[in-house]
C-alpha cells in the first residue's frame, strides 16, 4: 500500500492569511526546479489508462515520474518511491512549509 504525503502550512501558528500554498507560489517555485515540469492532467496507465485533471507538478528522477499534485492549498504526493522522500523534505522547507501523512 502506498503512503501519501501532505506538504502544508495549516500546523503553522503564524500570520493565517499565509496558511495556503497557492498555485502561483508552486509555479513560480518549482519554474525554478529544472527537474519538475507543471501538468494539466496527469495519466495513469497499465492494463487500463485513466486521465485526472489537476495541477501536477511532475519531478523526474530518472526514467520515473512522480506526481506533486497542488489542491486546495496544500501539495500531495505519493511515497511509493523512497527517493521522494528527501524531496518532499526539501520542497516543504523551501516552501515553509510541513510535511505530513495523509
Sequence with gaps: ???RYRITRSFQE???????ISL????QYFASKPD???KSVFTV???TSMSIEGDFFMWSYGDTKIPFRHYQGDIYVS???EAVIPKI????GEL???????
Design 24 to 27: 502561483e507560489e508552486c509555479k
Design 1 to 3: 500500500m502506498s503512503q
Design 79 to 81: 511515497g511509493t518511491n
Design 14 to 20: 503564524n500570520d493565517s492569511s499565509n496558511l495556503t
Design 89 to 92: 523534505i526539501e520542497v516543504a
Design 36 to 38: 519538475f515540469t507543471y
Design 45 to 47: 496507465t497499465g492494463s
Design 96 to 102: 515553509g512549509a510541513d510535511v505530513s501523512e495523509g
